[in-house]
């Protein structure tokens, strides 16, 4: 699939978890949305068009393990679709994309919700929601102080395996409030990229 990627977490700007493997707070909290451009699953689910949020909390470093995960999918998606997504985005698809990587290190993974979701791709100032105040996260650039021009920041991590090169960018809001995963961790660290991910 390919997928327009907006990646929000509560580190500070540019995320210390790509460089040295542990977050700002000690803790990992992050509000991820894909936008499918196309994709697929098997020869015969086209997943084109649909949208995910994947809510993750983890209480230390990501691969310290004890995550809490819940995925909100589209109410567009029908039941094929669904399943498709779920059985990609829980890692029991395999592929080379990051799933079945971080699928080791939940400890719960929440039933899905199958919601309204609402959003604007455009790139450092992306937004999503589901509505009623079950997430909130709107993107925006970094602003020059001087000169008051929007900054053009990228960061490259040619072996990453979720982008290769992102937008750098923050959260002017970024929050989630249900009865297993509640944080507001606006103000924080957020990047935008088009990643692409195989299945095996």
């Known amino acids: ?7 929000t977490c509560n580190c500070d700007y540019g995320c210390p978890c790509n ?6 707070y000690g803790y990992c909290r992050a509000l991820i949305f894909y936008h499918i451009r196309e994709g697929n699953f098997g020869d015969n689910v086209k997943l084109d068009g649909l949208e995910v949020i994947d809510a993750v909390s983890w209480p230390k470093a ?10 909100f999918i589209t109410k567009n998606a029908d ?7 779920i059985r990609i985005f829980t890692g029991q698809a395999k592929g080379d994309g990051p799933f079945a990587l971080f699928a080791p290190t939940y ?12 959003a604007k791709v455009d790139g450092k100032k992306s937004s999503f929601s589901v509505p009623d105040g079950v997430i909130d996260v709107q ?6 102080p001087v000169s008051g021009e929007e900054q ?15 937008d750098a960018a923050k959260t002017r809001i970024m929050r989630i409030l249900t ?7 606006s103000g924080k660290n957020a990047f935008y990229s088009v990643v692409e991910f195989k299945g095996p």
């Open 1 to 7: 699939m390919k997928a327009d990627y907006v990646e």
């Open 62 to 71: 990501i691969h310290e393990g004890n995550g809490t995960m819940q995925l």
């Open 152 to 166: 053009d920041i990228k960061i490259q991590l040619p072996k990453r395996f979720i982008w290769k090169v992102a």
């Open 79 to 85: 039941e094929e679709q669904r399943q498709a997504l």
């Open 179 to 185: 009865p297993n995963l509640n944080f507001d961790d």
């Open 107 to 118: 400890k719960y993974i929440l039933d899905p919700q199958f919601v309204d979701i609402k």
């Open 139 to 144: 993107v925006e650039n970094f602003v020059n």
């Open 19 to 24: 460089f040295i493997g542990f977050p700002t």
